[in-house]
């Protein structure tokens, strides 16, 4: 699932132009002529039509096969945004720690016994959560490489009797009904082709009285009068939705909407846009070094294409369209 991940190789495009202008050595100017051929090879292609669903769970699966060892060996085992309070801070790899503490306290957790993440990346969050509150943790991913190796390093952090990580659907979870009173999910919902589905699998996993945390991009809440966003809007979200395989957004409303009608109680909502947004310059320092620009040069045309379309996502961010939404409830008792 996608959890930020490959964003930071788009600032390598623009650290490699920058990095050339004083030299003249063929080398950089080699890789300036290839980061651009890349770019305009990306952007072309990011006005295709949309995917199907099964394309879409295709795409993702390759997508982080090829792209996760790339992101971790920059930034490590948490593929997510950061939390940044004070804003100036400069610790980002505990930043991302520190987000999911936050959203665990934010959504008063402080007990679990069995959790459940849904697109769980290489394991990270469920590896920190299985450690501070003692539960077992079930991780679910698209992608292979990612579930081998979240369960190698589970291994290597003498977690793998607590921890567990497959492939699996979380559009299909392969957990019976009421299995876990933490149901989380971090930065993957916005790969779900079918919110709908999505939530409906969220409560039927968790236990009575579970709690679930949805953390995930959504695009604005819809003013007063509105029905849709703009076309404009639109554009932008589409161009996205290609490089990162998604399907269309929703609004946080819309989730509290959705819950409200499979009967979840004790919603809550919030938006940490502000809160995150300093870990996108954060990504483009730590990408200016030469091994993060051939990284990204080696990685495949999908992830150069996602490199490109972070400029987009932060197009998105800066005009209030696309938002850091949290959302929490629980499931009903009866």
């Given amino acids: 699932m996608m959890k930020l991940k490959i964003l930071v190789v788009s600032a390598w495009l623009s650290a490699v132009q920058s990095w050339s202008v004083s030299s003249n050595r063929p080398l950089r100017m080699g890789l300036v002529g290839g980061v651009n051929s890349i770019a305009k ?48 801070r400069t610790d980002h790899v505990q930043a991302q720690i520190d987000l999911i503490d936050q959203v665990l306290k934010w959504a008063e957790v402080q007990s679990a016994t069995n959790m459940v993440d849904v697109g769980c990346g290489i394991g990270g969050s469920s590896r920190h959560i299985a450690r501070k509150l003692g539960c077992t943790a079930q991780g679910i991913t698209l992608s292979p490489y990612q579930a081998q190796r979240g369960n190698e390093l589970a ?25 876990f009173d933490l149901v989380w999910s971090l930065e993957s919902g916005e790969h779900m082709p079918d919110k709908t589905q999505f939530v409906n699998e969220l409560l039927r996993v968790a236990t009575p009285g579970g709690r679930i945390i949805v953390v995930t991009w959504c695009h604005r809440d819809l003013e007063e009068g509105e029905t849709s966003l703009t076309k404009r809007e639109e554009r932008l979200l589409a161009k996205i939705n290609r490089a990162y395989y998604l399907p269309k957004w929703c609004s946080v409303n819309d989730y509290v909407d959705l819950l409200k009608s499979k009967g979840a109680i004790d919603i809550k909502r919030d938006d940490w ?62």
């Fill in 155 to 179: 291994q290597e952090q003498r977690l793998r009797e607590q921890t567990n990580f497959q492939v699996a659907d979380a559009l299909d979870m392969p957990f019976a009904d009421n299995s």
């Fill in 41 to 88: 090879r990306a952007r072309d292609s990011l006005l295709s039509k949309e995917r199907s669903r099964e394309e879409l769970k295709i795409g993702i699966a390759g997508f982080y096969d090829r792209s996760s060892k790339l992101w971790e060996s920059v930034w490590g085992e948490h593929m997510h945004h950061g939390y940044y309070v004070p804003e100036d």
């Fill in 273 to 334: 846009s502000y809160i995150i947004a300093p870990f996108w310059k954060a990504v483009i320092r730590s990408s200016l070094n030469f091994r993060s620009v051939w990284g990204l040069l080696r990685s495949g045309f999908s992830t150069q294409r996602g490199a490109y379309a972070m400029i987009l996502m932060l197009r998105g961010f800066n005009k209030g369209l696309i938002k850091f939404g949290l959302i929490t409830c629980k499931k009903p008792e009866n």
